[in-house]
């Protein structure tokens, strides 16, 4: 009986340990933030810039509000550069960014995180028409060197 009792024991102090043993390395594994997938984009360093121009345009709604900023875009490598350099994907890129910039209504861009949101809105709809280079996507950050909204 305490034969039973005591391989039992071990048995449980076996399993309690490679359990804690695993759980640690899961945890360090997936949820540390320093693997090559969870790296964010502060880790990375600078792409390629790209200047695309100055902009203004109508935003949505009754007021007659405007938006005027000039814009680069950060690329994820040269490659991308030279992409976007091709001037039928430039001539899509100004069209992309007009359409959506005149979907925005002023509210929304009155505070930084309505700026944030739309540059963000917009490196999407940007990696959707532009090519992958090597399964990545093409541009890092739509950056917005000024910006007026009246």
Known sequence: MLKKILSFLIVAVVSFALGMGGGILAGKTWFS???GAGKTMQDQPPGPVFALGD???NLA???NHVISFN??????SEKALE????EAYKARV???VLLAVKD???EDLKSSEGVMELSEDLRKKLNSI???IKGSVAVNRVLFQGLVVQ
């Open 71 to 76: 814009l680069s875009l950060e690329m994820s």
């Open 55 to 57: 902009f203004t345009a």
């Open 94 to 96: 100004k069209s992309e």
């Open 61 to 63: 709604g009754s007021d």
């Open 130 to 132: 532009l090519p992958q």
């Open 83 to 86: 992409g976007i350099q091709n």
């Open 104 to 106: 925005c209504q002023y």
């Open 33 to 35: 933030g320093t693997s």
